[in-house]
């Protein structure tokens, strides 16, 4: 090649070669730094969609989860009140069987009836003042737990529990309603009656407690399904986004020492010229 005043051409090669070197090695570093493959929309764009569709699969994913949980909470709430309700009631039949004997007085049969009356308002207070996150366990309206991995529309589910009312004036299963409102334990025969409408309201709750029980089970399946979705589909986007290691530290070598060549080849180049000088003197 001839030699030039005008251009250097070896110095604008040497020049381009170790800009590209430097491009190489500033994204090994990157790599390296963040643990990431892709760290703009250049490094691989369509990588970069596909990652960004599953974190936003995995983050619907893990709020659903905690939807279910908060969801067990509320179904696990109406369960410990029921089984307040169940030991309330089974205290309504010692006192039913006692006022249905006839060795007791009149006087005693009062103070049982008394005892069944407040049986009776501790049932309604739990019915209404048992509360989750402020919104009341014991309602008629069916509680909805929205699950989703905001891929689709068609992805999106929900499961709905209804747990129902409860008061003395209706404890209700499976279309069955008890009330106890009426009943009162001040002579044998109406301890008897009651004693039927009481062993009746046992059975009412204990099939209320099996439909939350159902619910809490169903909630938990889903949660178990969803954490293994979310681990799943963090593996497949980890397999997409991070970086090989290994190999971004060989990389890492093997640029360095191109760049510090380059940087000497850079400098032989432009010193090169220096040599038609000493033709002129």
Do not use: C, H, W
């Amino acid at each position: 090649m001839a030699i030039s005043l005008l251009n250097n051409v070896s110095a604008l090669e040497a020049q381009n070669e170790l800009n590209v070197t430097q491009t190489n090695l500033q994204k090994t570093l990157f790599q390296l730094s963040s643990g990431s493959r892709i760290n703009s929309g250049a490094d691989d764009a369509a990588g970069l969609a596909i990652a960004n569709g599953l974190q936003a699969n995995v983050t619907a994913l893990n709020q659903s989860a905690s939807n279910a949980n908060d969801g067990v909470g509320a179904l696990q709430v109406s369960d410990g009140a029921l089984a307040q309700v169940t030991t309330l009631l089974n205290r309504a039949v010692t006192l039913a069987t006692e006022s249905a004997n006839g060795t007791v007085s009149d006087a005693q049969r009062t103070a049982i009836n008394a005892e069944f009356t407040q049986i009776k308002a501790e049932i309604d207070r739990i019915g209404s003042s048992t509360t989750f996150n402020g919104t009341s366990v014991f309602t008629s309206n069916a509680t909805n737990i929205f699950l989703s991995d905001a891929s689709s529309t068609a992805a999106n589910s929900t499961i709905s529990v209804t747990v129902g009312t409860l008061a003395s004036t209706g404890i209700g299963y499976n279309g069955t309603t008890v009330n106890l409102s009426s009943d009162d334990l001040s002579s044998s025969g109406t301890a008897t009656t009651a004693l039927n409408d009481i062993n009746s309201a046992i059975s009412n709750v204990a099939g209320l407690r099996g439909t939350i029980g159902a619910g809490i089970n169903r909630l938990q399946s889903a949660v178990n399904v969803i954490n293994s979705q979310v681990q799943n589909l963090t593996a497949a986007q980890d397999q997409i986004t991070a970086a090989n290691i290994p190999q971004q530290v060989t990389n890492l070598s093997e640029f360095s020492i191109l760049n510090q060549s380059g940087i000497s080849a850079l400098a032989q180049a432009n010193s090169a010229q220096q040599s038609i000088l000493k033709l002129l003197q």
